[in-house]
């Protein structure tokens, strides 16, 4: 058993555990206090992110891509399940944030076993089809910035004429009459050309090269004119030496031998001590280098190397495994296309018929057949519909409950005056005491399947063909889908089979009893008619011609509204985890998330549930997200890292951006329809508004008038409300000043992610990151006190002033004189700080988003009760 099938095994286990664990809660129907809850669902939760991280790794190195897309339908359950436990713990603690330090410790863990990474990678397709999208955006905008001359067509074959006219004021020579001799004796010879890419790649190649060369002659004429200099005044000091020597302007003294001795033995100890210094400063640096006490400056880069050749290897294995199943599923149709179709197409009639028949003698008529939206027959055969004897005891309790509802019905008009009053009163108490109770859950099911797909076709398979394509699971997939196909054909013929029998029911019937009724009959077919055309014509609004969305894209491009956007991932997040929150949180003290817990939150916001239509059909639906922080905090890169993570398609709706354009109610609605339809039809895709609280701004600035920034602020929740579980879009929105917005800013966004003042944990480790880049920067700079002194500045500042302080002549005296805290600390001091006043209102911006006004009632109830517990006396 190779050790991806053996971590498959244990993932499969670990999902199993969890489902059981999950059907006893969903089981548990007693409801429970708040803090009940949490103990109860935590410790889930937790397991499902060690299982998604478990799954996300085994995504990307299995090679076989059946047991890739059995990993992904798991993967796309787990993730769902754990989203909607995160949404569930969000709901109790009243905080996006958890830290459950006590059972890490119990289930012997770090906060590494359950960080989730990057899981989406792409497939070759994917990745494709994100080049051709970055491609085709790159051209349209070079055409728009540097568009072709406007040529007359006249002009152009009026030019061509004369170019093909030979010249009549001046013979041609011998040596041009051979030359166009050839070329009409070998007019169009195919000349030999090279693919685009191999021609942009070996021009690339060729200007590395020229340029490494250049950068190497440029080296060494700089290093022999330096030796040439040093030379020369070397030669020129000897000179003036012994000139001085010989005109008796210096006078030699001699020294005696015992003096001369005393100080050759004073040099040599003063050498030998440095050196032997010396040695031991360079042993002792490597002995703290080995033990990680201190960084080196230079990385054996080998393993990393090695990594990145392994991971491209196993893509080319995974697409050429992906091309042989897609042979095998080519060869498999043809084979079981044509010859299965109409034998099934006898065992659906015959079956159906059988339930005619069956309905018939039982009641004496038909059932309504099952709508075309609802699945058709396929719900007659998988026993979701009535059968004849359920049918008749529902009767029966219609009855009864319609005869024992006239006799209640008149006590309870005596009763209602009086228990008006009762209910309102009870209504507050019936909350409180209710405590929580289970949600239903819409990923258990599909979880289930899924485990059950992998007992029947993988479980017991054996290992030595486990790495070859599994026929039978084609086959069965082709036929399921054959039948699927055959069902849709026969369903029109069976319901007009079924109006026909109904007809002739209906007459057979009609002199007998002239109230007869039954449940087939078509009382109702008209109404069904009106919906379905409604539908059809909603349906006929929303499908669009490709070449229209494609119209679409390049306007939208034009506008400046979708660009392309720099590399960014969230693995370059810098930022430390909070280590005391956990004992905060239990005592209730007021605490506070750090940079570190912001990655792990986009990633369950924001990347997770935008990375697959299935997990954003499964997770809990989030349509709009705020990300709030101080100006130069790092908003912008969480953006584009989110982009970057899941290849989405970026539309920029800043004020900014519109400014000047789509002017008027009329273009706006047609901005809004078209961003609609390219964000639907390219997903996944993120709707940007930088300045996110600028559309609900209380007063506008003077500087902000032109952009109307409040253009947009009636269609954007609208926007919002359209997006629907399986579209794969976001509004994200950038707010640097959410203070200065209106109440209506809060609703229109779902969830805010503040990012928080940068603390002493993060701007250590992010001055040892940048500066022990720097080989002569001491192993030994004192990174505790400026990172002490340096604490509320963004880490975007500090790189700055870090680079701005090593330049490269700073760089090339630092061996001669070490860098000191004190340049960075008055390069940092250079910058302009953030006024007072703007640091108070961002900290208080939580407290008034809907989540942060929860938390300060609950903890207020909560240290109420602390302070006076119920038997304690006034």
Known sequence: MSASDKSWNSAQQKAEELLVSDRQIQADEA???????VKTILPIYIKYRNLVQQLAHLYDKMIHSQKREQIKRLLDCAVGRMLEYKREIVKLTCSDYEWPDDLLIQMKWTPDDIQIPPIFSYTADRKKELEDRKKVIEDLVDKLNNPEPDVDPGDRLQSAEFSSVPSLTRAPSMVRRRKSMKSIITPNLPIPTEPEEVRIAREKADDLKKAFSDAISLIQRHERARLGRVVATTIQRDRDYQRKVKFGDIELKKYKREVKESAATTIQRTWRGFRARKLLAERREKTEMSMGMILPSRTDKTVFEEDLRNQLRIQELQEEFRTAVHGTIAREREKYGESKRLGIIDDI???????????????????????????????????????????????????????????????????????????????????????????????????????????????????????????????????????????????????????????????????????????????????????????????????????????????????????????????DWWGDLSYQNFEAQRDRKDYQHKLGEIRSLIMETCVLPLGSKEAHTLAPSLRSVCIAGLPRTGKTFLAHAIANEIGALLLDLTPSVLAGQYEGKENEKRLMKMINTVAKNYPPSIVLIDGGEKPWLKKIPPEERENQPKRLAKLLPKFIKGIKPGDQTLVLGLASEPWKATKKFYKIYETFITIPVSDYNSVYLFYQDILMKYHYVSRHFDVSALAKLSVGYSLDVIREAVENVLNLRRRIRLKFDPLKPEEILKELQTNQTIPPKMVDDFAKFPTKTPLGRKWGKMMKQERAAIDNPPGKKK
């Open 31 to 37: 409801p429970k206090s708040r803090h009940d809850a």
């Open 349 to 571: 009639s015959e079956e159906i018929r059988a339930w005619f028949q069956e309905w018939l003698v039982a009641v004496g008529h038909f059932d309504v057949y099952p709508p075309e939206q609802n699945g058709g027959s396929v719900l007659i055969v998988t026993g979701q519909t009535l059968t004849p004897e359920e049918f008749l005891v529902k009767k029966l309790e219609e009855k009864d409950k319609a005869e024992k509802g006239k006799k209640e019905k008149d006590k309870k008009d005596e009763k209602k005056g009086s228990d008006k009053e009762k209910s309102e009163k009870d209504k507050n108490k019936s909350q409180e005491e209710k405590g929580w109770t289970p949600p239903e859950s819409r990923v258990l099911q599909p979880m289930a399947d899924v485990q059950k797909d992998f007992l029947v076709n993988w479980s017991l398979r054996d290992e030595n063909l486990s790495q070859t394509v599994n026929a039978d699971i084609i086959r069965e997939e082709i036929l399921c889908e054959l039948q699927l196909e055959a069902r849709k054909t026969v369903d029109e013929l069976m319901r007009l089979e079924l109006d026909r029998m109904n007809d002739a029911l209906i007459k057979d019937h009609k002199n007998d009893d002239p109230k007869f009724q039954f449940p087939g009959m078509k009382k109702g077919k008209k109404k069904k008619q009106k919906k379905e055309k409604k539908g059809k014509k909603k349906k006929e609004e929303e499908v669009m011609n490709k070449d229209e969305v494609d119209e679409m894209f390049r306007e939208l491009v034009a506008a400046g509204i979708i660009r392309n956007y720099p590399e960014a991932r969230l693995g």
